[in-house]
Structures are given as C-alpha cells and as structure tokens.
C-alpha cells in the first residue's frame, strides 16, 4: 500500500510540475504580476486533483494537506518566470506542459478513483475531471474560452487514456504496464491532434 501511495503522489507532483509550468507561463503572457503568476500556477496545476479527492472522499484533499504540491508548484513558477530564454526554446511551451499534465493526471485520476473502491465509470468520469479540471480553471482565470469547449482534441485524449487504464485492469496486464500505457495513449493523441489540427466535428443550426 505504502508502494502504491507512493506512485501516485510521484504522479501527481509530476503533473502538478507540467500543469504548474503551463499556468505559469499564461499568466505571465496575459502580464500578470508575481502573486497572479503564483496564483494561477497553482490552481491549475492542483484544482483538477482537488476536485477528484473531494469526490472520492479523500480528505483533506492532497494539494492542499500536502506541502509538496505548494512547493512544486512555486518551483514551476520561478522555473517559468526565470528561465525566459529557457522557456522560448520550447516550441508553444505552455500547450507542451499541458499536453504532459492532462496525460499524468487522466492516468492517476482514474487509478486514484478505482483504489477509492469506485466503479470504473466513476474512475473514467473523474480521470477526465482530474486531468481537464485545472485547464477549465486556468482559461477562466485568465479571461479565455476553455480549452475543452472549443473543437480541440483534448478532454477526448484525456477519455482515451482513462478508458486505456480501464482496459488495463480489465484484462490483467502488469500493473508496471497499465499506467504508462493510459500516458501514452493519451499524451499521442494530444500531441498528434495538435500537429495535424484534428478538430471534433461542430454544429450550427443549419
């Protein structure tokens, strides 16, 4: 159990990095100040996983009972906002971090949930949550329409790598395998929607 509590919390300080960094950098584009960067850095890379815990009666929710997540989130921070040159390097870096925080945290969601005891639509339904939630958070922070209702693939992605992990479990694979294969599967997806603009189909009244 201690093994196993251990590699979520590796997970989702990981995402909560990625996630931290995307938030970061947004902000600092829209030019808020210090406390505004910090601020958004570490709602959006905590809000998704905060909302799950509360679901799943895991309380008090780790991001906010856990030090670490503060402090990761404030690394991110300073890493965004010193790092300038660091950060042009990267090719649209805040797309990349949150590419890699949705795919850690749909994975962790889902597996978080079904140790909860839940069922595996509940383990679905607050993998996409946990992995969205911060995005949502963020692009309503900073005045934007939300990633996830415009025509991007991306709480889609987040789908298939929670449903990858379902599978997972389903069919008994090794447990070593079943997580990385969610981050793959929806980490691919993101990366490939991105570069080949693979939009959902959208509809008028017409």
């Not at 590796?10 to 808020?32: E, H, N, R």
């Not at 140790?115 to 900073?142: K, P, Q, S, W």
């Amino acid at each position: 159990m201690d093994k196993l509590y251990s590699l979520y919390t590796f997970i989702d300080l990981a995402g909560t990095f990625a996630f931290a960094i995307s938030g970061a950098v947004a902000a600092k584009q829209k030019g808020l100040d210090v406390f505004g960067i910090l601020v958004v850095a570490f709602t959006v890379a905590c809000g998704g996983g905060i909302i799950r815990d509360l679901c799943i009666g895991a309380i008090p929710p780790a991001g906010l009972s856990d030090w670490r997540y503060l402090l990761v989130s404030t690394i991110a921070t300073i890493i965004a906002i010193g790092l300038t040159p660091l950060m042009k390097l990267l090719h649209r870096p805040v797309i990349l971090f949150d590419a890699f925080g949705l795919s850690l945290f749909a994975v962790s969601g889902v597996d978080k949930t079904l140790d909860y005891g839940h069922n595996n639509e509940i383990a679905v339904l607050l993998g996409i949550i946990t992995a969205v939630g911060g995005g949502v958070i963020r692009d309503i922070f900073l005045n934007r329409i939300p990633v996830i209702f415009e025509r991007e693939i991306y709480a889609a992605a987040a789908l298939l790598g929670a449903i990858t992990v379902i599978a997972g479990h389903y069919l008994n694979l090794p447990d070593d395998w079943i997580m990385p294969a969610g981050f793959i599967v929806c980490l691919t997806v993101r990366l490939l929607a991105l570069k080949y603009h693979w939009k959902l189909p959208a509809f008028s009244e017409r």
